[in-house]
């Protein structure tokens, strides 16, 4: 092959050739084989090459593949929305906007808040609050929302200065107490943050109801959310869930919040909607967010060429179909619960693992503190040669080097496959022990 001119995530790194995918497995181009203990970043989530979901995008590229979001609505993309809505299953409606990206989402999401009190009169009420050790994405306004030291670094000049709260980090909380006793200090300080800069001023409150790439899996303690639900309401602050990571049954729930029945005013999905078949991600948005919209200008004040693409509306609609029939979400729960009981087995032999925690087959494995920082890279380096692939989720706030990996396999992964990815696992942690 000629000298690559493609800009790589590390330049010094070779990366091998994917030339074929299948189940959970992906082939390079000398035939190596790799387990797909990540799905990609958290994406593929019902395995490569399932030939329902391509012969939708083929079979709507035969209809319609292109029509411009101002000019025409489409069939799948009509669809789409009702079944985003169905499956929120709330008293209100959910309106759905299609974008392309999880970051565009986010942005979608902030800017659908501040209109929605613009249209009221609000004009000030124009801040988004967010936690430390979170991800929203990576342009601007989304890095602007999120916690993510390494990524903004660079940045800073140009990002809003958006107020931040504490992450729900039990491993390692942030205010040195232990739950139950804490009586969820990470909760009450949203409502300290509030009275501090006015609830004037904020317009949203955006948080990942289980932190992904940021923190390596934090599911918040009992009583979390219900309680960052009512402080929201209590100021007229809208909660924004980032679900691009969590949602549509990653968790074993179709939405990562069902496990502790709390509703969002807006709430974002990608990555698994289309489960990596073709780029698409959503913004949905309440009755009670819509109402003075569609009273107002009538519009969002946003979108882009490619939103609501016919093939990847059809793509995300024969998704969700594909994880009814098969009941791909009970099947996340009962596969996660045997990944986890292997994965704290595996943990007994290796005393550089300090914590595992997740829920469905969204794991994380965070190393203890000696490690510095320094596992994360080696490990998911040596899982590939080994041919095993995993996430990484090495964060970094105020003075700590987060170091995680997440695993989280396709949902379809059998228990032969997880005994191998365990195996996999294992050896990778041998090696670099
Ligand atoms: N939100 C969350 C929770 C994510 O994990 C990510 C990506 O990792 C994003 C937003 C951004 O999504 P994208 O990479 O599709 O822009």
């Not at 000629?2 to 995918?21: C, F, G, N, Q, W």
């Not at 808040?113 to 000030?124: C, L, N, P």
Request: with cysteine; glycine share 8%.
């Amino acid at each position: 092959m000629k000298r690559s001119l493609l800009i790589k995530p590390m330049m010094d790194e070779d990366y091998p050739t994917a030339v074929r995918a299948e189940g959970i497995y992906i082939y390079d181009e000398h035939g190596k084989k790799y387990l797909d203990g990540s799905s990609g970043a958290v994406t593929a989530s019902l395995g490569h090459a399932v030939t329902e979901i391509i012969e939708a995008v083929h079979e709507q590229s035969k209809e319609v593949s292109f029509v411009y979001r101002s000019q025409f609505t489409t069939i799948p993309a009509e669809q789409l929305a009702q079944k985003l809505n169905t499956l929120i299953n709330a008293k209100e409606n959910y309106w759905s906007f299609f974008v392309n990206s999880g970051s565009e989402a986010a942005e979608t999401a902030m800017k659908i808040a501040i209109q929605h009190f613009q249209e009221q009169g609000k004009t000030q009420k124009n801040k988004i609050l967010s936690r430390w050790i979170s991800y929203h994405g990576i342009t601007i306004g989304a890095l602007s929302m999120s916690g993510h030291v390494k990524r903004r670094e660079r940045f800073v000049p140009l990002l809003e200065d958006y107020p931040s709260i504490s992450a729900p980090y039990c491993y390692q909380c942030p205010f040195h107490k232990t739950f139950p006793d804490c009586q969820l200090a990470c909760a009450s300080e949203l409502e300290t943050a509030i009275k501090r800069i006015g609830a004037q001023h904020i317009a949203a409150f955006i948080a990942e109801p289980i932190v992904g790439a940021a923190g390596g899996v934090i599911v918040p303690p009992e009583g979390y959310y219900q309680q960052i639900r009512k402080i929201c309401d209590r100021y007229n602050i809208l909660f924004i869930a980032d679900e691009v990571m969590t949602g549509l049954g990653r968790t074993g729930k179709m939405f990562a919040l069902n496990h502790w029945d709390v509703l969002p005013d807006i709430m974002t999905l990608g990555k698994g909607l289309s489960a990596g078949y073709t780029p698409i991600a959503a913004t949905l948005a309440s009755d009670k967010v819509m109402k003075p919209i569609l009273q107002g200008t009538k519009s969002i004040m946003s979108g882009h060429t490619f939103s609501a693409n016919p093939q990847s509306t059809a793509v995300a609609l024969a998704v969700l179909n594909y994880i009814e029939k098969e009941n791909l979400v009970e099947k996340v729960e009962s596969q996660g619960a045997i990944l986890l009981q292997k994965l704290h087995v595996l943990a007994k032999g290796f005393p550089m693992i300090g914590d595992i925690r997740g829920k469905g087959l969204l794991i994380g494995v965070e190393f203890t503190s000696e490690s510095h920082g320094s596992l994360t890279q080696k490990i998911v380096t040596t899982a590939r040669e080994k041919g095993l692939l995993l996430y990484p989720a090495s964060a970094g706030r105020d003075g700590f080097e987060g170091d995680a990996i997440i695993i989280s396999p396709p949902f379809t992964i059998t228990e032969k496959e997880i005994n191998q990815l365990i195996k996999l696992f294992s050896d990778t942690l041998h090696e670099v022990q």
